[in-house]
């Protein structure tokens, strides 16, 4: 008989089975599989010697008693072992599900990342953009300062009292822009005028606009050299003054008159100023030249 048998089960009876009980379990068993009525049976001598060795054994008390302690223990074991397998089947459900949520956290990250990434590039994008659009338009703005007559950078200061040469008057208005010329002229009763020529317009502008002179530019009365601020800061600026029409050469600008009629002045820049009445005055400042140019111009008011 295998000892992976069960005799009761084989037998058909309960554990507390009594002799009597097991007597007639087995001659139930005995005739139902006897060889005699299973010839088709291959297996039915076998089947009828089992049940044979397992009412043996259980007839005996000594016997059935360490069966019992066997079968016993034979249990406890596979019960351990079932329930270290609920146990496995648990901890593998948990790991599982732990990689399932791991994965899926993963995935996630990696949405997060491509999300911030494509961000990331679309503000770096617009940024570009934009810093492209200013170069542009500052660069325009240049082109436009480039143009800008010698006149329309040219700033007129007027102080009394600290007396001042080219250096200082350089080093006090530098600040605004780069100069291209500062003319000093002679000292009239106690007061001092100079005339101050940026590279560009938009230093002159700063100069005339500043809302928070230091101390030294703050004791310099200032005074655009044309007597108006130049219509060309208005256009760089994005504003349109009332009478704005198409832009003129470089090389001409024009004023209204006290009539209320426009007269265009010429860039007297490329006359030759020995020609023109007066040449015995001297030329060799820049205060002496922006005086004659504003009484070429009152001159052509009156025409």
Known sequence: ?????????????????????LTKAYRVKALQHHPDKNRNNPNAAKLFHDIKAAYDMLSDPQLRSDYDDKRRALLAK???LDALSSQRKRMKSQLEKDERDARHSRDQERARMHDEAARFRDETRRDEARRDKQMREHVQREEVMEEVDEMDRSVRVRWSG?????????????????????????????????????????????????????????AFERFWAAGAEPRSVHGVSGTKMPGDGPRL????????????????????SAIDVRSLPGANMSFSDFESLTLMRMRLYQDSLAK
């Open 249 to 268: 050469p470089a090389n001409e600008a024009t004023r209204d008159s006290e009539q209320g009629r426009r007269v265009r002045i010429p860039n007297i």
């Open 78 to 80: 596979r019960q351990r």
């Open 162 to 218: 600290a007396t001042h040469d080219r250096e200082s008057l350089a080093r006090v208005f530098a600040v605004f822009g780069e100069l291209e010329e500062v003319a000093v002229a002679p000292s009239h009763s106690g007061r001092q005028s100079a005339l101050l020529v940026y590279k560009s317009v938009a230093a002159a502008h700063a100069l005339m606009n500043t809302r928070a002179p230091g101390a030294e530019v703050a």
């Open 1 to 21: 008989m295998d000892s992976d048998i069960d005799v009761y089960e084989l037998l058909g009876v309960s554990v507390e089975a009594s002799d009597k009980e």
